[in-house]
């Protein structure tokens, strides 16, 4: 077994893993951080809706982040967890290249996976005429035609929040039966409703195409639909296996029932945004400093910092 070496072991480099980094490197932790590079958000190259840095492209936001926190003597391994198991009381993350890694915290911020629907067409223009989040890509397309698709997991909602960037839109529902008062919210919300089955997805000139199985075809600026999400926790499933646990609990600073494992950002309970992720990784960094300090001073009554409640 290795000999110990870190504080904490942080798995996954975006955005909360980053942010959980920059304060535990600021807290003069020992921490490596293990990053396997392929991010939820990589396929649109960009992120919106962070502060001084709006439509920083994903490579650049990772690279300063890193030149900043590395300061701060925080390690970083471009490399990929297979498993995170207890052994003692103490963690051991095993990575492919690195090996054994022996902590006596981890955070785990892998993220999750979007599904995306079975569409021809539609994965490939999945971040590039295909979003999902409307606060992060629907200002570039404002007043254009927007397409929601609705076949899959329901985006009545989606289409109404869209309401804020154009007036015009079409829901296509993939014959996906709308009860009447889907069909009322839709209309309502000025929504046009097309039943038909898509047949595939392409990128055109305007924006996005969309066949349809009676042979006519839509064109759009923009198609966005809401997504089931799959979080990435293979690393963890023996261990959550052997503790008699589907998923991992989480509170609102990222501790978790699993000793000593600390979850931070669209795994966690926030909202899956950028900032929020980072924020939470700040966060969850706060309370794995707070126990690290009780653990090594028993008998002190310390927790967050009054400011940070
Ligand atoms: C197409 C798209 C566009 C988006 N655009 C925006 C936007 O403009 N603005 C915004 O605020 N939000 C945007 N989001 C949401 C945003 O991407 C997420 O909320 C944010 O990235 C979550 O950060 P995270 O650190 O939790 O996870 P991620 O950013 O997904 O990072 C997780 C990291 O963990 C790593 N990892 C996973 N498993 C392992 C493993 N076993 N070993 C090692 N490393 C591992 C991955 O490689 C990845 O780098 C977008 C999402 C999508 C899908």
Not at 85 to 96: I, N, W
Not at 197 to 214: C, E, N, Q, R
Request: glycine share 10%; charged share 20%; with cysteine.
């Amino acid at each position: 077994m290795t000999a110990e070496a870190y504080d904490t072991v942080i798995v996954g480099g975006g955005p909360a893993g980053l942010g959980a980094a920059l304060y535990l490197g600021r807290s003069r932790r020992r921490v490596a951080l293990v990053d396997s590079g392929d991010a939820r958000n990589m396929a649109a190259g960009v992120m919106h809706n962070v502060l001084t840095n709006d439509g920083v492209t994903i490579a650049d936001f990772r690279a300063r982040a890193r030149a900043e926190i590395s300061r701060y003597g925080v390690e970083f391994l471009d490399d990929e967890v297979i498993t995170v198991a207890p052994e003692g009381d103490r963690l051991v993350t095993t990575a492919k290249e690195a090996g054994a890694l022996r902590s006596r915290t981890v955070l785990y911020a892998a993220g999750v996976r979007s599904k995306l629907p079975d569409v021809p067409g539609l994965a490939a223009l999945w971040g590039k005429g295909v979003f999902e989040c409307p606060y992060c890509h629907a200002y570039e397309v404002r007043d254009g035609h927007f397409g929601v698709y609705g076949g899959a997991v329901p985006g009545e909602c989606l289409a109404a929040t869209l309401t804020a960037w154009t007036s015009s839109l079409t829901y296509l529902s993939d014959r996906r039966e709308l009860p009447e008062e889907e069909q009322g919210f839709l209309a309502a919300s000025g929504v046009k409703i097309v039943p038909e089955k898509i047949a595939a997805v392409a990128a055109h000139p305007d924006g996005v195409a969309v066949d349809l199985t009676d042979g006519s075809v839509l064109t759009f600026t923009a198609l966005f639909l809401h997504t089931d999400t799959e979080p990435r926790v293979e690393p963890l499933r023996p261990w959550l296996q052997a503790a008699d646990l589907t998923s991992v609990q989480t509170d609102e600073r990222g501790r978790t029932s699993l000793p000593r494992l600390y979850v931070a950002g669209d795994l966690g309970k926030n909202m899956q945004q950028a900032a929020m992720a980072a924020a939470s990784g700040g966060l969850a960094a706060m309370a794995i400093n707070a126990d690290l300090v009780r653990e090594d001073r028993p008998g002190a009554l310390y927790d967050l910092p009054p400011a940070a409640h």
